[in-house]
């Protein structure tokens, strides 16, 4: 872990854990996992540290996977008052849900579709698909592409909570605690 001390207007917390890259075969049920915790209003993090307990004035949870292992990221600004080490407690209570408790099915095939959704709002342009075969090429397969949506409808409860297990571990993850000098 890092403490910084900068003149910003608010505390932030920021926490990462190592997750595998793209044709890592959890990647899909990782991607699953920081929308459950950080996409959107009705996402966990939001609904327990931000409405229920107005322990973060924001909290995101995103990774930056790609081809190679990535981050898996959670960052959060804390209301004034709150201190570093109840605001990293809640966080690391939420991730400990999902490690310990299989999440119910209509969670994941809300976060499902929504990526689902995603997916095919995505390739609507001429430039949009023409992106993705790009991109699918450079991965090795261009009809890669045609398969994403399979890989993430394939994903359970089950395989989200065992790669929760896996990446949530104490000894994967790295602690920035970002001090206002205010």
Not at 17 to 43: K, P
Not at 76 to 95: I, N, P, Y
Not at 142 to 150: D, G, I, P, Q, R
């Amino acid at each position: 872990s890092l403490e910084v001390r900068a003149d910003v207007p608010m505390d932030m917390l920021m926490m990462t854990w190592h997750m595998g890259g793209r044709f890592d075969e959890s990647y899909h049920a990782t991607d699953l996992i920081t929308e459950v915790l950080g996409g959107g209003a009705s996402a966990r993090l939001y609904e327990q540290l931000i409405k229920k307990n107005q322990l973060f004035s924001s909290i995101e949870c995103y990774h930056f996977g790609t081809v190679d292992p990535g981050l898996l990221v959670i960052e959060g600004k804390l209301v004034k008052g709150v201190t570093m080490s109840v605001a990293e407690k809640a966080v690391l209570a939420e991730v400990e849900l999902i490690k310990n408790n299989l999440l119910d099915i209509k969670e994941v095939q809300k976060v499902i579709n929504k990526t689902e959704s995603i997916i095919c709002f995505e390739d609507m342009s001429i430039m949009n698909r023409a992106h993705s075969l790009a991109y699918y090429e450079l991965l090795g397969e261009a009809n890669l592409m045609n398969e994403e949506l399979a890989k993430y409808q394939a994903v359970t409860p089950e395989r989200i909570q065992s790669t929760a297990q896996q990446i949530f571990r104490e000894h994967n993850r790295n602690t920035l605690y970002y001090y206002s000098k205010s």
